[in-house]
């Protein structure tokens, strides 16, 4: 069964996605800040964390930084949780290691799809994959999440924004944003085609596919 810890400092929100979760067949258990977060990690196996951005004392993205200091994304997947409109803050997640993001109100099949996805790729690295096709694969991840994401942000605040102001001039950066998407996953289908990946370093200890 799969061990999945929610951290929400919003007792109501924790308590209706343990439960929600639960019904799914998950093992749940919930804290309410971050530093017993970081504490019941140390004395607990975990599977998966779902994490939420805004929290007082310790912030969520704190949390993050804590805990990628000591775990992989393959040792202990983290997705994050939050109710900002501000895409920014996503962003800043996953370039500090989170694995994944949802948004709240939390949709449980979402949830449920992410927790599964980021789990699976948890039990390749556990069975122990060859070196190098672990580290294409965490490249991938990152090329995804760094590529594909910061244009994905910038569409859904354009619409966003479009929809706010009733002003569709917004909408040819939403449709640059988008053609940029499909071009990067183009390159990406491209480069994995070859059965050779080339890699480059993005920041220290990690990799991108190079797309050129």
């Known amino acids: 069964m799969m061990k999945v810890l929610v951290v929400d400092d919003d007792k109501i929100n924790a308590k209706f996605l343990a439960k ?3 019904k799914r067949g998950f093992e749940v258990s919930e804290v309410h800040d971050g530093r017993s977060c970081l504490e019941y990690v140390k004395s607990n196996e975990v599977d998966i964390i779902l994490l939420d951005i805004m929290m007082p004392d310790l912030s969520g993205q704190e949390v993050l930084s804590e805990l990628r200091s000591e775990y992989s994304a393959f040792e202990l997947p983290i997705v994050m949780v939050t109710a900002k409109s501000d895409a ?7 370039r500090k290691g989170a694995n994944d993001y949802i948004t709240k109100p939390v949709n449980i099949d979402v949830a449920e799809a992410r927790i599964k996805t980021q789990v699976s790729l948890k039990s390749l690295y556990n069975d122990s994959l060859d070196k190098k096709e672990l580290e294409t694969l965490n490249a991938m991840i990152v090329t995804y999440n760094h590529e594909i994401n910061n244009p994905l942000t910038i569409a859904m605040g354009m619409l966003n924004r479009a929809v706010a102001k009733q002003d569709f001039s917004y909408l040819d950066k939403v449709e640059d944003a988008l053609d940029r998407i499909a071009d990067i996953v183009s390159k990406i289908d491209g480069v994995t085609a070859k059965g050779k990946v080339d890699q480059k370093e993005y920041t220290k ?3 991108m596919i190079s797309l050129k």
């Open 88 to 94: 920014s803050d996503v962003v800043n997640s996953l």
């Open 20 to 22: 929600s979760l639960a």
């Open 205 to 207: 200890g990690k990799k």
